[in-house]
C-alpha cells in the first residue's frame, strides 16, 4: 500500500508473506557470501562505535542511490518498450531493473546488519525522464546520461572501492555491486552505438547540451561530503579516500570521454570540483 511521502526512505515491509516471497528472490540471485544468513551472521561488536556510525551512513547514502536508479530504469524499461525496441534490448531492461531492486535489497541488508532499521534517512535525488521531450530524447538522455555516464564512472569507483576494502560482507556486497554495475555500462554504450545514428542534427545538440548537465550532477555526486582525510585511518567497511577517488574518476571519465568521442558524442567539459 503506498506510505505518505516523509523525508526518509521507508524500505519497511508491509506484509509477513510479501517479505519471505522479497528474501528469497533475492537470495536465488545472491552469490554465496551475500545471502540473507551472511548479513544475520554479521558481528558490529568486532569494530568499534566509531568505525559502525562511519559504515552505517555510508550505506544508508548508497541505499538512497541505488532506489533512485532502480526508480530511474523502471521508468527506461517502459520508455524502451513504447519506443518499440528489439525483445533483447528489452530482456536488457528487465535486468536492469531487478538488479537495481537486488542492489536496494543488499545495502538494505548491510544498513539492517549496521544496526540500522528499515528507514533510510533523506530522500532519494531522483532523475526522472521530463514528459515534456520527445521520446526518443528521453530514452537518448537516459542511454547516455545514466547509463554511459553514470554506471559506467559509478562501477569503476565501485571497483576501487572493493580493492581497499577488508571486511568480508562489505566485500560481497561491493562485488555484486560492481558486477551488475559494469554490465550496465556496457549495456548503455551497445544502445548508444545502436540508436545514436538515428537522431537528427537537432536532437544532437540538445542531447549534447543535456550531457553536459548529467556531467555535473555524476561529478557532484561523486565527490559528495568529500574532505581532506589524508591522514585518516581507512575505514574497513568500504571506505575509498578521497585523493583515490579523484585518481580513479579522472581515470575512468578520461576513458569515458574517449568512448563517446567515437561514437561522435562531444562531453563538455564541467567545472572542477
Not at 551472521?41 to 566509531?50: G, I, S, T
Not at 536508479?69 to 528487465?94: H, K, M, N, P, R
Not at 572501492?161 to 554490465?183: G, I, Q, Y
Not at 568500504?238 to 577517488?245: F, I, N, S
Request: aromatic share 6%.
Amino acid at each position: 500500500m503506498p506510505r505518505p511521502r516523509a523525508p526518509e526512505l521507508d524500505l519497511r515491509s508491509v506484509d509477513p508473506a510479501l517479505a519471505l516471497s522479497q528474501r528469497r528472490f533475492f537470495d536465488e540471485q545472491l552469490p554465496r557470501g551475500a545471502k540473507a544468513a551472511d548479513f544475520s551472521a554479521f558481528k558490529p561488536a568486532r569494530y568499534d562505535a566509531a568505525t559502525i556510525r562511519w559504515g552505517l551512513r555510508a550505506w544508508q547514502a548508497r541505499t538512497l542511490d541505488e532506489y533512485r536508479s532502480q526508480v530511474a530504469f523502471t521508468e527506461l524499461l517502459l520508455e524502451l518498450s513504447e519506443l518499440g525496441c528489439s525483445f533483447d534490448i528489452l530482456t536488457a531492461g528487465v535486468r536492469l531493473v531487478r538488479d537495481e531492486a537486488r542492489h536496494v535489497e543488499v545495502c538494505r541488508r548491510l544498513t539492517l546488519a549496521l544496526g540500522g532499521d528499515g528507514i533510510i534517512p533523506g530522500r532519494p535525488s531522483f532523475v526522472r525522464s521530463d514528459p515534456r521531450r520527445p521520446h526518443f530524447e528521453r530514452v537518448m538522455r537516459s542511454v547516455m546520461g545514466s547509463l554511459c555516464l553514470g554506471e559506467t564512472l559509478s562501477a569503476a569507483l565501485l571497483a576501487a572501492t572493493l580493492k581497499v576494502t577488508s571486511d568480508p560482507l562489505v566485500r560481497a556486497v561491493l562485488t555484486v555491486l560492481t558486477s551488475d554495475e559494469s554490465f550496465h555500462g556496457q549495456l548503455g554504450w551497445k544502445l548508444l552505438a545502436l540508436l545514436w545514428p538515428l537522431a537528427t542534427p537537432p536532437q544532437r545538440k540538445r542531447l549534447e547540451r543535456q550531457l553536459a548537465d548529467d556531467l555535473a550532477f555524476v561529478q557532484q555526486a561523486a565527490f559528495a561530503n568529500c574532505e581532506d582525510d589524508a591522514g585518516r585511518k581507512r575505514n574497513p567497511l568500504g571506505d575509498l579516500k578521497t585523493a583515490e577517488r579523484r585518481q580513479v574518476y579522472d581515470r575512468a571519465l578520461a576513458k569515458v570521454r574517449a568512448r563517446f568521442t567515437a561514437q561522435g558524442v562531444t562531453l563538455p567539459r564541467p567545472a572542477r570540483t
